[in-house]
Each structure stands twice: as C-alpha cells, then as structure tokens.
C-alpha cells in the first residue's frame, strides 16, 4: 500500500474545479461515522495510485448537498469520472479487485 496523505475536497467549489482539472478522476464519498469507509479509504486510493489517476475525498456530512445532487445514498461510494461526466459508481464494501480491473479497461 502507498503511504500518502488522502487529499480531501472541502467545498462545492473545489469539488467542481478537481471535477474539471482531469479526464478521468475519481471521488471517494464518505461519512466519519463509517467504520467500512475508513477501512476501504486507504485501500481504494491504493488502486487509484497504482493506476495513476487521482482521486480525492467528500465527506458526506460536511458536503451534504453536493452529495445528495450526485445521488449518494450510502457510503461509502466511489465514482469515477470522466470530464464531469459518471462513468463508474461502487458502493458499500467495494470489490477492489473488480475496480483494478474496471480502471484498467478504462485506461486501455
């Protein structure tokens, strides 16, 4: 596992600028109260470095409303994104071998 700090999104502005700043990017919805979330956050971010792209954290309650635009019902939630635009959503204890996978299709 990559020893890194997990970068967090603390506004809606922000929110839509890392949307906007790559292709493909990936956000990591969570909720403090979560056991599971604190237990995948690491190990999805892992994926995501080891596939080179970027991923960042909301938290569900601090962003309440842009996490209810998007339609997160549970957390924790990973979507994936091209240019704004959803192209991969995960939910609850995520296969993280399904998600290598699903990256790396992606990418090729």
């Known amino acids: 596992m990559v020893n890194r700090s997990i970068e967090k999104l603390n ?4 929110y839509e600028q890392f949307l906007s700043s790559e292709e493909l990017t990936g956000v990591y919805y969570s909720s403090e109260q979560c056991g599971v979330c604190n237990t995948m956050k690491p ?3 892992d994926v995501f ?3 080179g792209l970027s991923i960042r954290e909301l938290s569900i309650n601090e962003l309440r409303e842009t996490a209810a635009q998007q339609l997160i019902l549970k957390s924790p939630t990973v979507v994936i994104y091209d ?11 995520i296969d993280l071998n399904r998600l290598n ?3 790396g299709r992606m990418l090729s």
């Not at 991969?88 to 204890?93: A, D, E, K």
Request: no cysteine; proline share 0%.
């Open 11 to 14: 506004s809606k502005e922000e």
């Open 43 to 45: 190990l999805v971010f």
């Open 101 to 103: 996978e699903q990256i």
């Open 49 to 51: 470095d080891k596939n």
């Open 83 to 93: 240019r704004r635009r959803e192209i991969l959503r995960s939910s609850g204890f």
